[in-house]
Every structure is written in structure tokens, then in C-alpha cells.
């Protein structure tokens, strides 16, 4: 039985306009043959998106059963590849770190994004300014959010951790999901490097 919260396409199209977008704004600022992570990729359409894109990508989650989907449905021959494994447990080095929407369900993302050796970190979360945080919303989900970020709350994840934000975007909502410069949406997505 699928978890009712997640997504599951069998063909990158399927996926919602708003998780695409986001994947092909990676994938354009992201410099091909990168070596690169998607932490918590679920079920591994936008890993095989950054893929199409000429990325190295590897796609890391923490449900056996969304990376099962992802290699049946999204890993040919060539790539990309997929590993069932907590974040929090495994040594992540790469290029650089996609992480959209996985923030915040961390109890300590600057724990998490500390122990990751990436020289770039392309993130995203939900903008407490424009979708304020109500537990009551995701207290039936089997990974709850646990808070929703100010762009300045956004910015000490990087900061405290030693990275530079070098871009603010932001999606001002769900569809069609168009990626702006700025803060002034519901999520907003930051591109940080390792000073």
C-alpha cells in the first residue's frame, strides 16, 4: 500500500507542474556531469529529471518502497542511481546537495547539512511569510513538518553552518509552480556555497 502523501508517477510527465519546475531550475544551474545528491528524492522522478540533464546524480531516501518505485520506474543502465538510506546516516560527498522540501521535517537540518562534504547546497523549503506553519496540517503525515522558515531563518540555516547564499528564488505557489528571483512566495529556494 502506497503512502497516501506521496506522489507516485511512473513517467517523469506525471509528476505535479510545481515538483517539476523546481527539478528543471536545478537542473539549469547545476553544471552538467556535476556529482550530485537528491536527499530525500522520493520516488526518484526529479533525480531522473537532473539525470536527462547530464547530472551524475544519486538519489538517497529513507522508504524502501519509494526507492524501489524509483528503480523500476526511473533508473536505466546509464544512470541515475538510487540508495535506500537515512540522510542523517550517510556520508554524503558530491558537488553539490539538492535538497527541495526536506528541511523542514529535520530536528536539526544544520546538523544534517553539516556533516554533507558538498562544495553547493540548492534547497527549498516552505516560507513561513506566505504558508505559516500549522502542525495541525501535518500531524497525519508519516514525516510532519515541524516548522516553516522566514527567509532570514532561512538564511542562518546556511550561514551557521558556514555557506554564502549566493541566489533567492522562490515559487509563489503549487501551480504551475514558476520559479521567481526573490523571497516573495510560498516556497522559497536558496543557492549556497561553501566559503
Same mark, same amino acid.
Given at each position: 500500500m502506497h503512502n497516501p502523501v506521496r506522489i507516485w508517477p511512473e513517467r517523469i510527465a506525471q509528476a505535479k507542474p510545481d515538483h517539476l519546475q523546481i527539478y528543471q531550475f536545478a537542473s539549469s544551474v547545476i553544471p552538467q556531469l556535476s556529482v550530485c545528491f537528491d536527499a530525500a528524492c522520493g520516488v526518484? #522522478?526529479?533525480? @531522473?529529471?537532473?539525470?536527462?540533464?547530464?547530472?551524475?546524480?544519486?538519489?538517497?531516501?529513507?522508504?524502501?518502497?519509494?526507492?524501489?518505485?524509483?528503480?523500476?520506474?526511473?533508473?536505466?543502465?546509464?544512470?541515475?542511481? #538510487?540508495?535506500? @538510506?537515512?540522510i542523517h546516516n550517510y556520508e554524503i560527498t558530491a558537488d553539490t546537495l539538492i535538497s527541495f522540501e526536506t528541511i523542514e521535517h529535520l530536528e536539526n537540518p544544520q546538523l544534517f547539512l553539516s556533516n554533507c562534504n558538498v562544495k553547493n547546497i540548492v534547497a527549498s523549503v516552505p516560507n513561513e511569510q506566505y504558508y505559516p506553519f500549522n502542525s495541525e496540517i501535518f500531524k497525519d503525515d508519516e514525516y510532519p513538518h515541524l516548522r516553516h522558515y522566514t527567509p532570514e531563518q532561512f538564511d542562518d540555516v546556511f550561514t551557521q553552518i558556514g555557506f554564502k547564499i549566493t541566489h533567492r528564488f522562490c515559487q509563489k505557489d503549487k501551480n504551475p509552480g514558476l520559479i521567481t528571483e526573490g523571497t516573495d512566495g510560498r516556497f522559497i529556494i536558496y543557492i549556497a556555497t561553501r566559503l
Open positions: 526518484g #522522478y526529479g533525480t @531522473a529529471l537532473l539525470h536527462q540533464a547530464n547530472i551524475n546524480v544519486t538519489g538517497i531516501d529513507i522508504s524502501e518502497e519509494a526507492i524501489n518505485h524509483a528503480k523500476k520506474y526511473f533508473q536505466t543502465e546509464s544512470g541515475p542511481k #538510487y540508495i535506500c @538510506a537515512d
